[in-house]
């Protein structure tokens, strides 16, 4: 073996090992610094109890503390801080329920959702997804949950409870599919048109959060993807590999409300790929039509009854109304409690 060779293999070796090392450090320092958190939520929780008889204690006993702390041990202590770490300890009564996984700052992302099962399902997003705090952030404010649940059509307490337990499951092509898709990162303004070609093109340069917002396991295989047919040449506008469904996904951009023509289109793209792409291992491959606007009768009709799984849904250029987007979920979820004690 040359020199050369040799202070290379050792090179690659000693990275390794460094950048492991790095890394648990990092989940041990974590761990570390959320069971303290955790403890000191704790110390303020059972000292106001003590003194629960005087109204203003507890506020006047954060500002205290912060004061004191902050000289001593410098910054991490504001009333803020102190207010989140007493949250912390009364949403996660038992530390065991802490995830290492995620840092303080997630931790202070979550606690201002006030309902347990939205907040429970972004942690657990969270953690299966790896998102970063901003990933975390975008998919809050996109509200992620809601058009999930809305997704389903009818809402019902067993959807609401998984996702809440487990996150999204994958294990139908139907899971994979939201209604309505987010494409604010493009920062196209929302009634300004744009041409396929264009929207194509803006989304490949942003893939990174493209495939964050399609959510778990989207491989990009590429744009304009060529069949041909007879001497006829077709082009899927993008095609992606989920790897835990273990389908081909076959995305169509319409700038365009849905129309029939595009569910047959893509209906044959499907078939194509089902018998000339798939391999042994694939599952048989997803179609989703992206467009505009869709109505229900359109939809029923255009993809009722095709053996392949075809789905369209809408996208839009702008963070939805976060406030409708929760009333229709709880007027959903209203409506099958009534049903239920009919």
Not at 293 to 313: C, H, M, P, R, V
Request: hydrophobic share 35%; proline share 2%.
């Amino acid at each position: 073996m040359s020199d050369l060779k040799c202070t290379t293999s050792m090179l690659h070796e000693i990275r390794e090992l460094l950048i492991n090392a790095r890394q648990r450090v990092a989940v041990k320092v974590n761990t570390e610094l959320l069971s303290t958190y955790w403890k000191i939520g704790k110390i303020i929780i059972n000292n106001e109890q003590k003194n629960k008889e005087r109204a203003d204690y507890g506020k006047q006993t954060l500002k205290q503390l912060s004061k004191y702390l902050t000289a001593e041990f410098g910054k991490g202590f504001s009333v803020s801080n102190l207010y989140n770490m007493r949250l912390f300890y009364m949403q996660y009564q038992k530390f065991q329920t802490v995830s290492g996984k995620l840092s303080w700052s997630h931790y202070c992302e979550l606690f201002v959702i006030s309902d347990q099962n939205k907040r429970s399902f972004y942690e657990k997003e969270a953690i299966n997804s790896g998102w970063s705090i901003r990933e975390l952030k975008r998919q809050i404010s996109t509200s992620l949950y809601e058009r999930l649940l809305l997704s389903e059509g009818k809402t019902n307490k067993e959807t609401v409870l998984a996702l809440a337990k487990k996150g999204i499951e994958m294990t139908t092509p139907s899971d994979i599919i939201k209604d309505p898709y987010v494409f604010e990162f493009l920062g196209v303004p929302e009634n300004k048109p744009m041409l396929e070609s264009d929207l194509e093109k803006a989304l490949v340069a942003q893939i990174e959060k493209f495939l964050l917002e399609l959510g778990h396991g989207f491989m990009f295989v590429g744009t304009q993807q060529r069949i041909t047919l007879n001497n006829t040449h077709y082009y899927v506008d993008m095609v992606f590999y989920n790897k835990i469904l273990r389908a081909y996904v076959l995305i169509e951009l319409k700038t365009t409300k849905l129309t029939p023509e595009a569910a047959g289109q893509l209906n044959m793209y499907l078939n194509y790929y089902a018998a000339e792409i798939n391999d042994e291992h694939d599952n048989p491959p997803i179609g989703i039509i992206l467009c505009t606007d869709k109505d229900s009768i359109t939809a029923e009709y255009a993809l009722g009854g095709l053996s392949n799984n075809i789905f369209a849904s809408r996208y839009v250029y702008y963070i939805p109304n976060k406030e409708q987007l929760i009333a229709q979920v709880k007027a959903v979820l209203n409506e099958w409690h009534k049903q239920e004690n009919e």
